[in-house]
């Protein structure tokens, strides 16, 4: 499941802070997690409702005060219900020229030799005061917040590693990989291609699979048909368009895959709930 081509390319943070926050609700574009991965690893804490959850093939249903944990370089994305979260999207490296024990310990993390776990409930309130330490930091950005936050990781991490938190992996088996290859050729499509005109067809040839089985196996890894994940995926640049620049939106429906400005306002509502014209003059 590591290192896949299906990559997010945004950096994250400074050159000399690469850690980046991003608070995040439901008029927010990005709001929906759609599938993707970065060398970078990260932690999304859930503020209020739900969040459906999945990293590479595990699924979770994660709660008001629950903390996700993922490595980076695995697949992952999700689908909130009426929930408000933040995330740190960090590189780990920055965290490893500290001291040789930082560095030795860190190493351990990044390999390929443990696991995290992926999912804290909010039970554990320790974990759950040093991460919104870590979190609010990163909010407030107040004169000397980069120590604080620098500080908190190596905390979280240690606590990670003195209770005994992860697993020790073995390789992904042969069956899992080819399975996660099948989903990243399809979403790559999807990724680079969805302003053209893609059929199911299109999908199912791209992960090597015939139709009706690339549709049975695509809904249990999204929970969304191809099509329904391909128009959701294009409201989603949609939004984030609209967020960004001052094209109309015609035009932004037009670069988004829809030839018919009407269906493209029914379809942003059916996803958003609202008109584009309306997701423009809410708040973020």
Same mark, same amino acid.
């Given at each position: ?49 739900? @969040?459906?959850?999945?990293? +590479? ?6 709660? /008001? ?6 490595? +980076? ?43 995290? @776990? ?21 909010? $407030? ?10 500080? /908190? @990781? ?17 390789? /992904? ?5 080819? $399975? ?5 050729k399809a979403l790559e499509l999807i990724e680079n291609s969805y302003p053209d005109c893609i059929t199911l067809d299109d999908l199912a040839r791209a992960a090597g699979m015939n139709a009706k089985y690339?549709?049975?196996?695509? $809904? ?17 640049? /949609? ?46």
């Open positions: 499941m590591k290192y896949m081509n299906y990559r997010e390319e945004k950096k994250h943070g400074t050159f000399d802070f690469p850690m980046e926050f991003y608070h995040v609700g439901p008029t927010h574009p990005r709001y929906e997690m759609s599938y993707h991965w970065h060398i970078e690893h990260e932690i999304i804490r859930i503020l209020k409702g739900e @969040f459906l959850m999945t990293i +590479g093939e595990e699924e979770f249903l994660a709660q /008001a005060g629950d903390i996700i944990f993922v490595k +980076g370089g695995l697949l992952h994305g999700g689908i909130p219900k009426n929930c408000l979260y933040e995330c740190i999207v960090f590189n780990l490296d920055s965290l490893m020229t500290s001291s040789l024990a930082g560095e030795r310990l860190l190493k351990k993390i990044r390999s390929d030799s443990i696991l995290i @776990f992926n999912h804290f409930s909010a039970c554990d309130t320790e974990l759950a005061h040093i991460t919104g330490r870590m979190f609010g930091q990163m909010k $407030r950005r107040a004169e000397g917040h980069e120590l604080i936050v620098i500080g /908190a @990781f190596y905390e979280f991490f240690g606590y990670i590693l003195e209770h005994g938190y992860y697993a020790i992996t073995e390789d /992904a088996s042969t069956k899992e990989g080819r $399975r996660i290859e099948h989903l990243k690339f549709c049975r196996y695509f $809904r249990e890894m999204t929970h969304r048909t191809p099509i329904d994940y391909l128009n959701y995926y294009r409201i989603e640049q /949609a939004c984030f368009q609209l967020a960004t620049s001052n094209s109309s939106v015609a035009d932004i429906g037009m670069s988004c895959g829809f030839n018919d400005v009407s269906y493209f306002i029914k379809t942003f509502k059916k996803y958003k709930g609202m008109t584009p014209k309306k997701y423009l003059s809410a708040p973020l």
